[in-house]
């Protein structure tokens, strides 16, 4: 078993699911549960969970033959539980997304407080 929080170059990941670079891109673009985090220096950097969904990324498009399409409804179906993440990575995105709501939130709770203070004057 890999090492859940090693990271992996794209390149290693090419060499270990048996397809190119480009492959791996444009994935990324087409499926947003792969999402590589990047380091300092804006390289990509796959973790395990990372390196998983694109194993069945490959699997449903090559050996299923299923279309991008239909390749990205049965992820979804398939890394939701009930609704709920299945992996640590879509849990934090889960987390940034509420964290971002409820930033804006506040922030129109603010403006809207600002403005009733302006009509009190």
């Given at each position: 078993?890999?090492?859940?929080?090693?990271?992996?170059?794209?390149?290693?990941?090419?060499?270990?699911?048996?397809?190119?670079?480009?492959t791996?891109?444009?994935?990324?673009?087409?499926?947003?549960?792969?999402?590589?985090?990047?380091?300092?220096?804006?390289?990509?950097?796959?973790?395990?969970?990372?390196?998983?969904i694109?194993?069945?990324?490959?699997?449903?498009?090559?050996?299923?033959?299923?279309?991008?399409?239909?390749?990205?409804?049965?992820?979804?179906?398939?890394?939701?539980?009930?609704?709920?993440?299945?992996t640590?990575?879509?849990?934090?995105?889960?987390?940034?997304?509420?964290?971002?709501?409820?930033?804006?939130?506040?922030?129109?709770m603010?403006?809207?407080?600002?403005?009733?203070?302006?009509?009190?004057?």
């Amino acid at each position: 078993m890999q090492n859940p929080e090693r990271r992996y170059s794209i390149g290693e990941v090419s060499e270990m699911l048996g397809v190119t670079v480009r492959t791996l891109r444009v994935w990324e673009g087409q499926f947003k549960q792969l999402k590589p985090k990047r380091d300092r220096v804006k390289r990509r950097y796959y973790l395990h969970d990372d390196i998983e969904i694109a194993r069945r990324i490959k699997q449903l498009l090559k050996t299923e033959k299923l279309s991008s399409e239909g390749a990205r409804i049965r992820l979804t179906q398939e890394l939701h539980i009930e609704g709920r993440p299945r992996t640590k990575k879509e849990l934090l995105d889960l987390v940034d997304a509420i964290e971002n709501d409820i930033r804006d939130l506040i922030d129109r709770m603010d403006k809207t407080d600002d403005l009733l203070r302006r009509d009190e004057k």
